[in-house]
Nanobody, 120 residues
Framework: QVQLVESGGGLVQAGGSLRLSCAAS????????MGWYRQAPGKQRELVAT???????NYPNSVKGRFTISRDNAKNTVYLQMNDLKPEDTAVYFC??????????????WGQGTQVTVSS
């Protein structure tokens, strides 16, 4: 019902910046929370940032002060601005959306991920 497509990943040097985008498309009534998660080799998937439809954000300490999540509700798109990137940020980044269908069914959707690699 909802498709999420990420873009903006790539290879950057430590201290550099990247901006990820995730566009939602399909049939749905509304989208509440959107967010970003990441998974590095040998590690468990972890929260990067979330943002509600009202603009409330949440970050773990590992990215706080360096990453900023934002969204454009008119375009159903969420962004992740990543500054001062570190090698530890290397991972596959996944977009997430909490969507409400016209039938009043709520479901979590995931994108296929985009690779972010930070070199030393």
């Amino acid at each position: 019902q909802v498709q999420l497509v990420e873009s903006g990943g790539g290879l950057v040097q430590a201290g550099g910046s990247l901006r990820l985008s995730c566009a939602a498309s399909g049939s749905f009534f509304s989208i509440n929370t959107m967010g970003w998660y990441r998974q590095a080799p040998g590690k468990q998937r972890e929260l990067v940032a979330t943002i509600t439809s009202g603009g409330n954000t949440n970050y773990p300490n590992s990215v706080k002060g360096r990453f900023t999540i934002s969204r454009d509700n008119a375009k159903n798109t969420v962004y992740l601005q990543m500054n001062d990137l570190k090698p530890e940020d290397t991972a596959v980044y996944f977009c997430n959306a909490d969507a409400l269908a016209y039938t009043n069914v709520r479901y979590q959707y995931w994108g296929q991920g985009t690779q972010v690699t930070v070199s030393s």
